[in-house]
């Protein structure tokens, strides 16, 4: 099956192809900013000798020249248009973000491997607009969703999905195949996650499979935290996986995004393509959120939340427990935005606990120059200091850390890492937990001492299926937020028959899938 190749990228390409002065590697640098083009280059040598291990760009011309590349443009049909810059943008924002994420965690030494491998979900994205004419009329709604959501609406409106065309029609090197092996095994059809094996240790094969995986999923969600900033979660799940992953303090984040948004403005103008870009991530400014509020219908929790409110005008700590996709963040996020908030003009710095151990302590803390070879660093309680932190999955945090938390909130001070001056803390703690934390943490255990030392006052989010009465009004929200074509009376109707009878096992992230999947199922009709 032909890949289409976007029609800025093959322009400014053949002018180059023609001028004999122009080196390869810069031909070859241009390529990647085409994920068809790139494919179609590496995949037709592969297809060609079943010896052939072609893994970049710059190896495809050095064996096939300029001309090679010249006579696969020629004998292309296949373009893409502006209309089409969404999907363009995302792919460079990918390939870019992996390669900043690379430059401080050391995955790969060859660049162009890093930026392709970021690019494949957007390849599989490629080949259902040539296999599903209809396609082009949901791909815009699909890129604001993580992979799973996407197989899972894909499936049941084409029956196939961007995973299995990538697998299906891909024939490049093993380096890629391994991947796409690893994404069709960890997603399946029906958009379910299934559990990752246990990582492989890192002299091993499989080891670099698995970590430009994450770099794939990574990047995808710092693209979605760029050009859709209203998807919140796309955010927060770049902040996470950045840190779990590849030991990025959650402290660089926004400033790797911000570079990321800098190199696809400078790519933009390599193809004179700058206003399609710019008008792509025109929201891109907004990726601190400013205001958010968590409503409800329900009395109980309104009761609830009422006590919770009043406790953050008096400035006491605060525990939120509910199932995953409850609303938790959002919970923390609109107390602390709350106007009556004392502390609500002072810093607001989440950090999540569920990760890997080598990075929290220096992450929370701080560090001092050369304490253990490290930089200086200034740690989550310094940025929050004065304000607001929300620890997220706390429970999940190394009892060390809890016990250390218990030490500075009681002193009243903090230390950096390897520093011998204290600091003063002023801060007040919103704690989150999957789990029913009052009623789950053992007497003895740090983390009973911890909540009996912040003295939280607890709330508990329930999930959906126990608050029917906020679907409708939490599915109207989510439908205006993002644009959702779901206004036609006959289709409300239909809602909210569905709102009544669906579990919701992942709450929120399930209600939005199923709205995301209705609006482009009524897309495809209308």
Known sequence: MQIPFFEHTVKSLRGLISDERVPLSSIAGMIRHDP????????????????????TALQAISLVGAQGVERNIIQHDMLLDREYMPLWCYSVLAGEIAVLINNKANIEEEEEIVYFSASLPIIGMLFMLIEK??????????LMLPVEDRVFIEQRLFKTTNIELLAKNFSAAAVYKDIISLITAVIADDGSRRPLIDQPAKLSLAYE????????????????????????????????LCKRYFTIAESEVEELLAEALERL??????????DAAIYCTSSAEEIKQTAMQFLTRTPELSTELERISAAVREEKNILICGERGTGKR?????????????????????????????????????????YHNLQKHKGALEFANGGTILLKDVDRMPE??????????????????GD???????????????????????????????????SP??????????????????????????????????????????????????????????????????????
């Open 36 to 55: 068809g083009l790139y494919l179609s280059m590496i995949n037709g040598l592969c297809l060609a000798s079943n010896k052939c291990e072609v893994k």
């Open 133 to 142: 004419a209809q396609y082009k009329r949901v791909y815009e709604f699909l």
């Open 209 to 240: 499979t698995f970590q430009l995986f994450y770099l794939m999923e990574t990047a995808g969600a710092g693209a979605r935290a760029i050009l859709f900033p209203s998807v919140v979660e796309a955010q927060e799940k770049f902040r996470e």
């Open 265 to 274: 403005n400078a790519v933009s103008k390599l193809y004179n393509v700058e």
């Open 330 to 370: 959002l919970l923390a996020a609109a107390l602390y935005y709350q106007a009556d908030n004392p502390r609500r003009l002072k810093p607001y710095v989440t950090f999540h606990c569920d990760t890997s151990e080598d990075l929290l302590e220096r992450d929370l803390f701080g560090s001092r120059s050369g």
């Open 400 to 417: 060390y850390l809890q016990e250390r938390i218990i030490e500075i909130y009681s002193s009243g001070k903090f230390f950096k890492s």
């Open 420 to 454: 011998k001056h204290p600091q003063d803390l002023d801060i007040r703690f919103i704690l989150t937990s999957k789990n029913n934390l009052p009623e789950a943490a053992n007497e003895e255990s740090s983390l009973a001492k911890l909540l009996a030392c912040l």
């Open 457 to 526: 006052e607890a709330i508990k989010i329930p999930a959906l299926r126990e608050r029917r009465q906020d679907i409708e009004f939490i599915a109207d929200s989510i439908i205006s937020k993002y644009g959702l074509n779901l206004k036609d009376d006959v289709l409300v109707l239909g809602l909210k028959e569905l709102y009544e009878k669906e579990e919701f096992p992942g709450n929120l992230k399930d209600l939005k899938k199923l709205l995301f999947y209705i609006a482009a199922k009524h897309s495809l009709k209308s």
